[in-house]
């Protein structure tokens, strides 16, 4: 914490990094459109914002979304794939509150649709020991992002330009806690609407922790040994097989973008595209996360199902 404090106290400058990034897709956006090959919708995928109520990130955060909606070509939808403030765990209710209304002053800057996931930090619990008052309150829990972020339910499903969302909440302990999984009741779910969802209709799934990464035990073995490592843990779906199975089942199944790990990686397995996307508030507002800087990306779907993922990083001087 000591860190996180003398970084932002010392930082006065946000610069991009990302220009080249961005005129590298708009140039390829331009090349396609000569071939008459037009994307369905463009996304912007951001995660791991973890804001703070503090001029730097909060600064940060507004110049991410300024350069999403100035884009020559902006998306259409921006996905929140989990833990937008820092964090609603072991919080009061003032202090979460603070950040709230951090997240809702820059957000008024924003312009494009934005759809949320539920991510490990964004669940409220209240310092020990918990108080009778707050655990009546109706935002415990998950009340308050579902609130925040109007969102329909902790899972749900949308269709925009020709291709179906589905947003899934990853934040639900397994059997002995063995990890996140998503449980048999939302499972079924899920199940149910690949089910009824027109097979020619790609889909894209969103949630806050990965449920096909390298990412997580890259991130472990960064910090010990590689026989102590307890893997997935809590850091990559405990359910990843039976997840990976029923996308297996359903070929229209093309996207699954996460967040979590404040790493970044694209994994293309059995015909799926998953990309763990890099967190906008990099090492957690400290900088650069071992080899990761702060980072946002975009994302080109087209109408046959195929896509598209650029990666734009920025940094603070």
Not at 34 to 62: G, S, Y
Not at 96 to 103: K, P
Request: hydrophobic letters at 40%.
């Amino acid at each position: 914490m000591k860190n996180r404090r003398s970084f932002i106290k010392n930082a006065s400058i946000i610069t991009f990094s990302g220009a080249l990034s961005i005129t590298k897709l708009d140039a390829l956006a331009k090349e396609n459109e000569k071939k008459k090959i037009k994307w369905a919708i463009r996304v912007a995928h951001l995660t791991d914002i973890h804001l703070l109520a503090t001029a730097i990130p909060k600064e940060a955060f507004k110049r991410v979304l300024q350069a999403i909606n100035t884009m020559a070509d902006p998306p259409q939808l921006i996905i929140n794939s989990g833990d937008s403030v820092m964090d609603m765990n072991n919080q009061s209710k003032a202090h979460i509150q603070s950040l709230w209304d951090s997240w809702n002053e820059i957000i008024a800057t924003n312009h494009i649709p934005m759809r949320g996931c539920i991510g490990n930090h964004d669940v409220w619990y209240a310092p020990e020991p918990e108080s009778e008052t707050d655990k009546a309150d109706p935002l415990y829990g998950k009340g308050m992002i579902l609130k925040q972020l109007n969102l329909p339910s902790p899972y749900y499903s949308f269709t925009q330009n020709g291709w179906k969302f589905i947003a899934l909440d990853s934040i639900n302990s397994g059997p002995d806690n063995i990890g996140y999984v998503l449980g048999d009741e939302q499972f079924n779910w899920l199940e149910n609407e690949l089910a009824h969802t027109d097979p020619n209709i790609p889909v894209l799934i969103f949630s806050h922790i990965p449920i096909i990464t390298v990412t997580a035990i890259l991130y472990y073995v960064q910090r010990g040994p590689v026989n102590k490592i307890k893997y997935p843990g809590y850091d990559q779906h405990a359910d990843a097989k039976r997840i990976k199975d029923l996308f297996y089942k359903y070929k229209n199944v093309k996207v699954a973008l996460s967040g979590h790990i404040h790493y970044l990686d694209s994994v293309d397995y059995l015909g799926v595209k998953y990309h763990c996307g890099g967190a906008v508030s990099g090492n957690w507002w400290n900088g650069t996360l071992d080899e990761f800087a702060p980072a946002y990306s975009i994302l080109d779907l087209y109408e046959d199902g195929s896509s598209q993922y650029e990666t734009i990083f920025y940094k603070w001087d």
